[in-house]
C-alpha cells in the first residue's frame, strides 16, 4: 500500500495568516492527489483534486501544487471557517490511502 | 441536490455481523459511471476505504477485510448495503458512504457518518 504522511500534524495560526499543510506520498503518485477538510463531528469535504484542481464552490484563497511525491495545500489567508483537520487522499493506486490528517487551531 | 445517508445500529457485540445501510438521492447507481463507496474512520484516526460498487454491479473491496465484507446495492431503492461479518472492537469506527466523483477515486458528496461501537 502507498503510504501518506502529513506534517504538521497540528498547526496553530490566526486569522490572515498563510498556512501551508505539506503531504508526502511513499510512492510516486503523479498527481493523483486530493485534500478534505473536515470539521468536528462533520463528514469530509472535498477541496482539491488532481493535486491542484479546485472543487466547484471552493473559495480560491485555497490552493493545491506539487506531483510525484510531495504536495502542499496552502489557505493563502486563513479564515474562521478554515479552522479543522485537513487530509490528503492518494488516489493513484486503488485502495485510495488517506493521510493521517494535520488539525489547524486557533493560535 | 445530492443527498446520502448512512443507517444501521450505533453498537454491536462481537463476532456478529453488522448491517449498514446507505440511502442516497441526487443521482441513479443504474447511471453509467456512478459509483458508490463506504469508508471508515476510528474514533481520532484516519480515513479508510472499505468497498465499492458501481453502476454495473462490479464490486470492490479493500484487500485486508475482504472475507468480512459484502457491498450490495438496490437501484429501486436508491441503497448501498454494507455487510461486516465477525465484528471486533477495532472496527469501532463511524462508517461514511460516499458518492465517487467523475474525476476519479475520490469523493464527491458525502453522507453524515453513523459511528458504531462494538462492544459486549
Known amino acids: 500500500d502507498i503510504q501518506m504522511t502529513q506534517s504538521p500534524s497540528t498547526l496553530s495560526a490566526s486569522v490572515g495568516d498563510r498556512v501551508t499543510i505539506t503531504c508526502r506520498a511513499s510512492q510516486s503518485i503523479s498527481s493523483w492527489l486530493a485534500w478534505y477538510q473536515q470539521k468536528p463531528g462533520k463528514a469530509p469535504k472535498l477541496l482539491i483534486y488532481k493535486a491542484s484542481s479546485l472543487e466547484s464552490g471552493v473559495p480560491s484563497r485555497f490552493s493545491g501544487s506539487g506531483s510525484g511525491t510531495e504536495f502542499t495545500l496552502t489557505i493563502s489567508s486563513l479564515q474562521p471557517d478554515d479552522f479543522a483537520t485537513y487530509y490528503c487522499q492518494q488516489y493513484h493506486s486503488f485502495s485510495g490511502t488517506f493521510g493521517q490528517g494535520t488539525k489547524v487551531e486557533i493560535k | 441536490q445530492v443527498t446520502l445517508k448512512e443507517s444501521g445500529p450505533a453498537l454491536v457485540k462481537p463476532t456478529q455481523t453488522l448491517t449498514l445501510t446507505c440511502t442516497f438521492s441526487?443521482?441513479?447507481?443504474?447511471?453509467?459511471?456512478?459509483?458508490v463507496s463506504w469508508i471508515r474512520q476510528p474514533p481520532g484516526k484516519a480515513l479508510e476505504w472499505l468497498a465499492r460498487i458501481d453502476w454495473d454491479d462490479d464490486k470492490f473491496y479493500r484487500t485486508s477485510l475482504k472475507t468480512r465484507l459484502t457491498i450490495s446495492k438496490d437501484t429501486s431503492k436508491n441503497q448501498v448495503v454494507l455487510t461486516m461479518t465477525n465484528v471486533d472492537p477495532v472496527d469501532t469506527a463511524t462508517y461514511y458512504c460516499?458518492?465517487?466523483?467523475?474525476?476519479?477515486?475520490?469523493?464527491?458528496?458525502w453522507g453524515q457518518g453513523t459511528l458504531v461501537t462494538v462492544s459486549s
Open positions: 460516499a458518492r465517487e466523483a467523475v474525476a476519479g477515486r475520490i469523493f464527491d458528496y
Open positions: 441526487g443521482f441513479s447507481l443504474s447511471t453509467s459511471g456512478m459509483r
